[in-house]
């Protein structure tokens, strides 16, 4: 399989795309870990690179140890979300700034057929990372390679460069009627 995608990618019926998956309601990251599941099934090699650790999404930490070393998930956040885990902005910007990098050189690397990278909107939104870098990355994208960007408030620059922008809309979420995250539903 890994073999078939690898010849059609030769043969030039692969286009990258940029894939952008944001709003408020819930199933950004969700969507993207589905999409990687697809990919994987087609025999692609998937990373995924957190910029922001939620740090308690287990269940696809221990599914994607199963699947081999082509669904790799790299936590690279230092927990921005979180308040009062003792983290300065420092931290936090360098953490951001490392994922980045990790980012650019994976993506020039030519290791993975499709790269997601999660909550990068956020670590823009909040600062943590300048847009010129980030519309860099987009530019010098492999044509081969799919990128996928995740995170609320995906600003204009990055839908224009985008192939695909889905917003996810809040229509109801549980946890405004007090229920807390569910295993198995956000962990
Ligand atoms: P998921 O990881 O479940 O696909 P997401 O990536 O769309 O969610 P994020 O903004 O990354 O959403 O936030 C992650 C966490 O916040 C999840 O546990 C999710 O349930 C929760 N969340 C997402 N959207 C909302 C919302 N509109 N109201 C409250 N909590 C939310
Ligand atoms: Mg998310």
Do not use: C
Request: charged share 30%.
């Amino acid at each position: 399989m890994e073999k078939r995608y690898r010849e059609r990618k030769r043969m030039s019926e692969t286009k990258g795309l940029i894939l952008v998956f944001t709003g408020n309601g819930k199933g950004k990251t969700t969507a993207a870990l589905g999409m990687g599941l697809r990919a994987w099934g087609q025999g692609m090699r998937v990373l995924v690179l957190q910029f922001i650790k939620g740090g308690w999404r287990y269940g696809e930490l221990n599914a994607t140890e199963r699947l081999g070393g082509r669904f790799a998930i790299r936590q690279l956040g230092e927990g921005f979300t979180r308040a009062d885990n003792g983290k300065t902005m420092g931290d936090h910007r360098e953490a951001a700034r490392h994922a980045l990098e990790e980012a650019n050189k994976e993506i020039n690397a030519g290791n993975f057929d499709l790269i997601i990278l999660d909550e990068i909107l956020y670590a823009l939104k909040f600062g943590l990372i300048d847009m010129e870098e980030v519309l860099a990355l987009l530019d010098k994208k492999p044509p081969h390679l799919h990128l996928v960007l995740t995170g609320r408030d995906a600003p204009p620059e990055i839908i224009d460069r985008a192939d695909l922008v889905t917003e996810m809309r809040e229509i109801k979420h549980h946890y405004k009627k007090g229920i807390k995250a569910q295993r198995g539903v956000e962990f």
